[in-house]
């Protein structure tokens, strides 16, 4: 996601719990660096915190931040993206290898509608390195048809000016392309911009257009996706996360772990956890909760189970609901301007 | 015996006029470099590589890049290190935006050029200012500006900006065609880049100013005896240097047709990359501007190549590596070369 669904995320906490007196809520921001996320997490542990919600930069680099709280009986929750730690507390979240799987799916629904049996697909991807990035990807590329053929797999830190280059080059080198996947919303929007370059920007109606989905929606590209540019984009509850991550802490703070979900539950929003309705700058982000029902799991990655997974649903943004007011990008648009 | 001197002269000429041309080859090193590189991926990408649209893609794809390498050109001819470029063109950028779009809405977009340049400018003069005056290590003032104005950009906004005026927008996205000479529109920023080049190029080759900054560059302590206000050179070169930046990130916000928060931060290594490549001393007191905009011109042709061809992106970036530490060695081989051409003339 790009800075506004960071943002998004890390301010949720705070609109949720503005009115409440007893809460202090401290943002760390990592900066797309592993290290220092640790430090600074291990800092506040030292300091003394209550729990962590915890969502880690890179799943291994993570688990030493859960190694030190559990040792101060600090409880770590994730959201968003996991940690590969035996002691995280619960995890809520939709899962990076399952967004793909999504945009795969969707995709190839795409193309049997069209009748093309070997699309050609540009992927661009956000910095590699990131555990996040990889399985963004390969829950795309592992779910596609054979016949779909990767021309071009491209890189960038995840910036529309990054991308928009590298793509536009992709471009000039498979003019006959047919779809452009892309891991994060700064790269779709680097997508874009590269199309426009080319002469390639069209709407869905037209012949010529050039398919473009992703992973994650935004303020800018849902605009887009509502005008008919960006197909789809895979949308996560992000501004969803904190709030859930919270209500789940206070129950473990009050009641212990039997006060959490058990692999095998449906958590329904508003029964078994209820995030309440409030008022934020005159809307209301928390009006639809898209992230349930939700089944717990477990969390299962490198052949290896790791902690309940409360797996939170997607919502795929199409051109019909690109405007919808519960989608991050919208929430953070009407809130932030 | 007048016969033989006569001789002796013109080998002594003809000897002087290779060496002179050899040193000509040396100082200018990266266009031949570059051609080299462009020849290379044609014959791998043969249909695609030399098509007027891609030549024309790589020019329009310098032009943000250009402008900030010159930024940082100029500061390392003065004998500075500007570690702020990138976020100056991002936190200048962003400022605008907002000045345009909800500050001042309505304002016409020429007003928006002149606050960007204003800020970036005002960057530049508090970074010219501390190092000049208060003695500040080049290196940390600018890393402590670059940090400030990093973080600046999310301050101001962490998102994206668009809805900028079309005339704001004009010199990084807009296009010229050029009566039946091209055959077709060609984006303002390839001329505005090349123009800038020569511009800066012309400053610091043919004025006054420009020949104190090379001195300055050169050797302060001698420039400074030999009358040259030392501070003021080098306040004025960091103020330049902080509107070329803020210029590289209109370029940039035209491209992007907005102005985004990550904008220009990941400029600063390409930047310094191009300006090394393309010859510029990193001690100072060396290098011809118009070279940096061959090491620009060089990053672009090998990043388009490399996606081009499908080479892992992993491999991309070591490749980056690869090549500005050949540039550093070849520099340095160089270097000792042309200090016995010298000698010999």
Redesign the interface.
Known sequence: MGQAGLFVQGQAAKWYTQDMDNIEVNILDAQFDASKQTQDAINAINQGVDGILLNPFDARASAQIVEAATAENVPVMNFDTATFSEDILIGALFGQYAGGQVAAERFTRMIEQQGLENPKVITSVFNFESTTSQKRLYGFTENVPDGVEIVNRIESDGTPEDSAPDTQSALQANPDVDAIYSNNVGSGMGALTALQQMDMYYEKSNEKHVMAFGIDGGPELNQRIGAGYYDFAVDQPLHMYAPLTLELMWKYLDSGESALPQVGDTVTPGEDINIENKTVSGIQPWAKQFWGPAEMTEYEADDQTWWPWLKCNDQVITQDNADAPFLYGNVFRRIEG | MSTLSDLNSVVSDLQGDRTRMMLLVLDNLIWPILLIAFVFFSLL?PQ?FT?Y??VE?LL??SA?LGAIALAEGICLISGNFDLSVGSVAGFSSMFAALFLT?WFPGTPGIVGVLVLLAVGGGIGFLNGFFIAEFDVNPFLQTLSTFIIFEGGI?VL????V?GLPESYLWLGGGDVSIGGLLPQSVPVAVFFMLGLFVAVWFMLTKTRFGRSVYAVGGDEESAAEAGIDTSRVVIVVFVLSGMLSATGGLL?TG????A?????T?QLFPAFTAAVIGGISLFGGRGNVLNALGGVLLL?TI???L????I???I??AINGIVLFSAILMYTSVQRVRERLLADL
């Open positions: 990408l695609i098509q649209q891609n893609f329009y794809t943000g909800e999310l906004s962490s998102r994206s668009y940039l491209f992007n047709n907005g985004t928060p990550t904008l220009g990941s672009s990043a388009a190549g996606v081009m061809l499908n892992d992106p992993q991309v970036q």
